[in-house]
């Protein structure tokens, strides 16, 4: 194994969580990004481990005890793909870190070099990234089967390599069996929010918070959006960021931009202040080999804020969503339907009330991020003190 000035001094006795500083590193996801820094970071540091955050316009300084540390914002994806990952190992490097948890499958190859180098490595695994990459209209259909199963071997690599993998999702931990791996599912921090405005004071507001691409029901939600305003005096309000500019355009060119209220990127606080005072919220994602077995962490977010859902009808969700009579199930895609079952919902407020009160309990209960957290940190303590062997803590 090569020496390396910034690796960790051997010793027989247990390493302390204080002694081994960890460095989050991500190209993709912006620097206060909900699951990496709100949940992850300040979860490691309030457990007492030096967290660093590497990330692409970070701001310089320490926030809630996680140091920021930037590296430029790229423009274009392939810039990002390319030249990130080693502005990203320059940063890390010189942040000092013995530690390394991994963000983005652009960063496998740094990985490996780190592991190289005798660091400790943690790879996270968000999506099921060579599913989606199936759906991903960037990459030409011809080669984006080859993209990934390419992926999967990359990932199949750092499995065996890397110390542990972070699996949001049961279905991605099932990918790496004999593994090093915990699933750590990316729910709600419950203390965020509130009980908001009284339920039947709140306006017909109808609200959807994520990612704006075709795929996650851009075009279904546009089509939806005439229906709820003509016929339920409803408004469908978007909060989110589209995937291009040329995407943002045609959506504003839809025939039905103009019945969306659209807020465009709204920080943590924001979006808990719109899901006080909305009446629905809505995950009318396509049906995609990623996403249907997806645990989105919107869907969990409404129910944390004590509304109903209305969600695709996936056999996963399917299971919370009628399991715990928090909301209903529509065909993806199917525009018309979506606006009735939303103008029920709004129709029937005293139902649409209790929906959200079991949501919300469901959520108090069982999918909450505090229980993660506890595994997140179980996971650190094992692999720092050299235990976490293959299978041993794998769910």
Not at 185 to 193: A, S, T, V
Not at 304 to 317: K, L, M, Q, R
Not at 339 to 343: H, N
């Given at each position: 194994m090569l020496a390396d000035r910034n690796a960790e001094p051997s010793s027989a006795?247990?390493?302390a969580r204080g002694e081994l500083p960890v460095v989050h590193m991500t190209t993709v996801h912006t620097p206060l990004d909900t699951r990496i820094f709100?949940?992850?970071c300040r979860s490691l540091a309030a457990a007492g481990f030096p967290v660093t955050l590497v990330a692409p316009a970070a701001p310089t300084g320490v926030r809630d005890g996680v140091t920021l540390y930037p590296i430029p914002q790229r423009g274009s994806r392939w810039s990002r793909m390319l030249v990130g990952p080693w502005e990203a190992w320059r940063a890390a490097r010189g942040a000092g870190g013995r530690v390394f948890h991994l963000h983005d499958p652009e960063l496998l190859g740094i990985g490996c070099l780190l592991k190289l180098l005798g660091h400790r490595v943690i790879y996270d695994i968000h999506e099921d990234v060579p599913s989606q990459v199936l759906a991903k209209p960037w990459?030409?259909?011809s080669v984006r089967g080859l993209v990934g199963a390419g992926i999967a071997v990359l990932e199949a690599v750092g499995a065996r390599v890397f110390d542990a993998l972070v699996c949001a999702t049961p279905t991605i931990r099932a990918r790496f069996p004999n593994c090093r791996?915990?699933?750590?599912?990316?729910?709600?921090?419950?203390?965020?929010?509130?009980s908001g405005v009284r339920y039947d004071e709140r306006p017909a507001i109808v609200t959807y918070v994520g990612a704006l691409v075709p795929e996650r029901g851009l075009w279904t939600m546009l089509e939806a959006a005439p229906y709820l305003r003509e016929q339920h005096r409803a408004t469908l309000v978007i909060a989110g960021r589209f995937a291009s500019r040329d995407l943002e355009i045609s959506a504003q060119a839809h025939p039905g931009w103009g019945s969306v209220d659209f807020r465009g990127w709204l920080g943590r606080d924001e979006v808990v202040r719109l899901l006080a005072t909305s009446r629905v919220g809505i995950v009318p994602l396509h049906r995609t080999p990623a996403y249907e077995v997806s645990l989105p962490v919107k869907m969990f977010e409404y129910m944390?804020?004590?509304?109903?859902?209305?969600?695709?009808?996936?056999?996963?969700?399917r299971e919370i969503i009628e399991g715990e009579a928090c909301g209903v199930l529509v065909e993806p895609a199917n525009a018309p339907v979506l606006?009735?079952?939303?103008?029920q919902l709004l129709a029937n407020p005293s139902e649409a009330e209790a929906m959200g009160r079991r949501g919300r309990a469901a959520v108090q209960r069982r999918y909450a991020w505090a229980s993660e957290a506890r595994t997140l940190i179980a996971l650190y303590d094992s692999v720092?003190?050299?235990r976490h062997e293959r299978g041993e803590y794998g769910a």
């Open positions: 006795r247990p390493v709100l949940k992850e990459i030409p259909r791996a915990e699933v750590v599912r990316n729910y709600p921090i419950l203390q965020e929010f509130g944390a804020a004590g509304i109903p859902v209305v969600a695709s009808d996936f056999p996963i969700w606006a009735a079952l939303v103008g720092l003190a050299g």
